[in-house]
T-cell receptor
Framework: GAVVSQHPSRVICKSGTSVKIECRSL??????MFWYRQFPKQSLMLMAT?????????EQGVEKDKFLINHASLTLSTLTVTSAHPEDSSFYIC????????????FGSGTQLSVL | SQKIEQNSEALNIQEGKTATLTCNYT??????LQWYRQDPGRGPVFLLL?????KEKRKERLKVTFDTTLKQSLFHITASQPADSATYLC???????????FGKGTRLSVIA
């Protein structure tokens, strides 16, 4: 099966700092990756679609200047939470599909962000 | 707007019984529907995909049905085990690149 690696798994930071989360597809190329956010006991909420070599597509209500996404290669997408605040504390998860569709997505293990 | 409802937030069953989870959707005509398992603090793991022209799909102790008339999918785990305890998410999808939208999930607890 395909493997998506996400790093770090947990980060605690002070309010106002920026945090970068990496998502790598280890054994396949991912033209498209998806970033989700999940609050406790809630569903996965899609934040943005990351496209290799082009700008990310953000969902309504997600601030693109706050959540910077870079997809510079076919195996790496990064999400940077800029000037993090306590309300940004959440579980962030990336995913990628092997084909051109969204069938059988492979997810990273998630990053628990806690902003103090 | 699209709406996905999973029957209950939590479901408790006795070990050995069959667990049945429900996923209903509205304002949507998906080409397929996927089920994922998520353990606490982890990313979801793909389990099964069923297409609109398929009535039923099986994988080991798992069975999924898809009724496009009722706009519903049922997910069954037979001979359930405590290790099956997790949150199960459904996600209808289309044939294009539209990002998946997930239901809130049903938290299954299998009691020994």
């Amino acid at each position: 099966g395909a493997v998506v690696s996400q790093h770090p798994s947990r980060v605690i930071c002070k309010s106002g700092t920026s945090v970068k989360i990496e998502c790598r597809s280890l054994d396949f190329q991912a033209t498209t990756m998806f970033w989700y956010r999940q609050f406790p006991k809630q569903s996965l909420m899609l934040m943005a679609t990351s496209n290799e070599g082009s700008k990310a597509t953000y969902e309504q209500g997600v601030e693109k200047d706050k959540f910077l996404i870079n997809h510079a290669s076919l195996t790496l997408s990064t999400l940077t939470v800029t000037s993090a605040h306590p309300e940004d504390s959440s579980f962030y998860i990336c995913s990628a599909g092997k084909g051109a569709t969204n069938e059988k997505l492979f997810f990273g293990s998630g990053t628990q962000l806690s902003v103090l | 707007s699209q709406k996905i409802e999973q029957n209950s937030e939590a479901l408790n069953i006795q070990e050995g019984k069959t667990a049945t989870l429900t996923c209903n959707y509205t304002n949507y005509s998906p080409a397929y529907l996927q089920w994922y398992r998520q353990d606490p603090g982890r990313g979801p793991v793909f389990l099964l995909l069923i297409r609109e022209n398929e009535k039923e799909k099986r994988k080991e102790r798992l069975k999924v049905t898809f009724d496009t008339t009722l706009k519903q999918s049922l997910f069954h785990i037979t001979a359930s085990q405590p290790a099956d305890s997790a949150t199960y998410l459904c996600a209808p999808g289309d044939s294009g690149n539209t990002p998946l939208v997930f239901g809130k999930g049903t938290r299954l607890s299998v009691i020994a």
